[in-house]
């Protein structure tokens, strides 16, 4: 969740560059960087750490000019040095970038044969190095940025500043954030409107697919397919918020938007994205190999995405995993070996009775790890281990980007166990993690089936009871797809193991019964349909969430299907939170429900 500032400017802007990239500082990063056009060329000050090493620099060589593009990084591709801090550049031009670019080996590999050399270790010079390809073949900035965009996959946004024009920034949208600001003869760009708030009131945010061209009069913006459009313009509240709802109508929906983002800096964070491994950032005090039994404790969300990784532990590490919530957790009185492992999983770092279980396995002698999104919070602190999730703040109080964020940090976690233990080789652990970085952009094409559960949300409004079905790590998805509805729309819903549903839930199944069955195609996916054949002989309403194959081969009439993108399954609960997400937020909006703080909820529970 790197942070992306430009500014067309009067005067010297690179003190104002740095000014917006403190406003996104919440954001987390390891280093930063600024570049201007000093007379028409290309100069950069770039520094590790802080942006106060970025001030001293500025401070020892200034820059004045006035058109300048800046960003603050967190590591993905490379280590977090000044060598591989944007911008960027080559004698054409800088870039700055935020997300990951799945295919950046492939494209690198082709660029060396033609003899281009690489300066650093990231994915990001891929871009610089491909667009300058495309101007030293004649092409214009705003034709070469046209011609590469389409070779890049995965969700990203750029921003780019060119030698020798200083009055053009161009920039692009896949699948992460980046918003336009206007002024009296200046334009500005940056990862959200919190960044820009100190220049201008008046913002433009870009849909997906969108790239922008800026000069000091203005804006031209174009689609994916390159035909100009237009895009709304919004008033902001100038510095009013930490964090902005951009865009969005509620927090709840710019989180779920952010995910794709913030699901790509976390994977991106565990797994070494060059030589296609997990590289845990972590000290761990223990042998994944000499574990007899993982034990795993978490309340809410946080406890479906404990049971999501109960699968994965199990599947891909072998290593048995006993699970409960918290809150009995705390007074089972769990006989625990001294030396085993305890993993515990909160979004905030203080709920009450994870950190009682958590003083309970550390007084058994467990090993501590804990999932969090908050690094300084009491869990955190009193743990041995802390595998943050870095989703950023999350403001609204149904989780969204937490849970998927914690599920890319679990299912990275069960890789590292795999590899450890010896059940995963060296090519599984390639293909596993080939999977988690298509995440990102498997969450951007879910994303577009937007406008299609908000029609479908119309309907589920008008239903008392929903029922949710899956099998596998689709099961504990549907325990999260309940919980959602009935937090946010007071809609009562309940999830189920498919397997289950004959023994008991069938009672309740009739015409007026909406089930949302999630079942990517999967080694159980003919189970799951005869669940569904169940659900059709009795007039029961089947929403089917799955890929294309599950529903040309469901073989049962359904009142819509959500087509999910094809993936490899062991990613599917992470992409599929996305329509579960969308469907339980629309409902409540259509109901006119308070969706970002629903009634009796609070974000953080830090009483029994």
């Given at each position: 969740?790197?942070?992306?500032?430009?500014?067309?400017?009067?005067?010297?802007?690179?003190?104002?560059?740095?000014?917006?990239?403190?406003?996104l500082e919440y954001?987390?990063?390891?280093?930063?960087?600024?570049?201007?056009?000093?007379?028409?060329?290309?100069?950069?000050?770039?520094?590790?750490?802080k942006l106060r090493n970025l001030e001293e620099k500025l401070s020892r060589a200034p820059l004045s000019g006035a058109i300048g593009i800046g960003h603050t990084r967190w590591a993905t591709h490379g280590r977090p040095n000044e060598t591989n801090a944007h911008p960027h550049a080559t004698d054409h031009l800088a870039v700055v970038h935020n997300g990951i670019i799945e295919n950046f080996r492939d494209l690198k590999e082709g660029l060396e044969a033609e003899g281009v050399r690489f300066d650093t270790e990231t994915d990001t010079e891929v871009v610089a190095q491909l667009v300058t390809r495309e101007m030293r073949a004649g092409k214009a900035p705003e034709e070469a940025v046209a011609a590469v965009l389409p070779r890049l996959k995965g969700a990203f946004a750029l921003g780019f500043l060119f030698d020798g024009r200083d009055d053009l920034l161009i920039g692009a949208r896949h699948g992460a954030p980046l918003a336009i600001g206007y002024g009296d003869g200046e334009m500005f760009l940056g990862s959200d409107a919190l960044a820009l708030a100190p220049f201008t009131d008046e913002v433009t945010y870009l849909e997906d697919g969108d790239w922008v061209v800026l000069s000091r009069g203005g804006a031209t913006i174009y689609d994916v397919g390159n035909a100009p459009v237009s895009r709304a313009r919004q008033k902001i509240q100038p510095g009013a918020y930490m964090v902005d709802k951009g865009n969005h109508r509620h927090f709840m929906a710019k989180e779920i938007h952010e995910q794709p983002e913030v699901v790509g800096r976390t994977i991106a964070h565990y797994v070494d994205l060059a030589t296609g491994t997990v590289r845990l950032p972590l000290d761990l005090p223990f042998d994944f190999k000499a574990l007899k039994r993982l034990v795993i404790s978490a309340c809410g969300t946080a406890y479906y995405a404990g049971l999501v990784a109960q699968y994965w532990f199990e599947r891909l590490a072998r290593l048995p995993v006993e699970i409960d919530v918290a809150s009995e957790f705390r007074y089972r009185e769990m006989p625990l070996e001294p030396g085993e492992l305890a993993l515990f999983i909160s979004q905030s770092g203080e709920t009450a009775d994870t950190l009682a279980s958590l003083r309970y396995a550390r007084a058994e002698g467990q090993h501590i790890v804990s999932v969090v999104n908050v690094p300084t919070s009491t869990i955190a602190r009193e743990s041995a281990v802390v595998a943050p999730t870095l989703a950023g703040p999350e403001i609204g109080v149904a989780s969204t980007k937490a849970f998927t964020c914690q599920l890319a940090v679990l299912l990275s976690l069960a890789v590292a166990a795999g590899r450890a233990r010896g059940t995963l080789s060296a090519e599984d652990e390639q293909r596993l993690v080939k999977a988690l970085v298509s995440v990102p952009s498997l969450m951007s094409e879910a994303l577009k089936h937007e406008h299609d559960i908000e029609l479908l949300s119309r309907d589920l409004a008008k239903a008392t009871d929903v029922l949710y079905l899956g099998r596998g790590t689709s099961y504990p998805l549907a325990l999260e797809g309940a919980l959602k509805l009935k937090e946010i729309s007071y809609i009562h819903a309940e999830g189920y193991a498919a397997g289950e549903l004959k023994h008991g839930p069938i009672a309740l199944i009739d015409e007026t019964m909406p089930v949302i069955v999630l079942a990517p195609h999967d080694a159980i996916f003919e189970k799951t349909v005869s669940n569904m054949q169940e659900v059709a002989a009795r007039g029961g309403r089947i929403i089917l969430v799955g890929d294309e194959r599950a529903a040309r081969e469901a073989s049962v009439e359904t009142w819509t299907t959500l087509t999910m993108p094809a993936m490899d399954p062991i990613v599917a609960p992470i992409v599929y939170a996305v329509p579960v997400q969308l469907l339980a937020y629309h409902t409540a909006v259509f109901m006119g429900k308070d969706v970002d703080q629903p009634r009796n909820l609070a974000k953080s529970v830090t009483v029994e």
């Open positions: 969740m790197c942070g992306i500032v430009g500014i067309l400017g009067k005067t010297a802007v690179a003190s104002q560059v740095v000014d917006a990239l403190k406003r954001r987390g990063y390891d280093s930063a960087g600024v570049a201007t056009l000093e007379c028409g060329r290309l100069e950069r000050r770039r520094a590790e750490g």
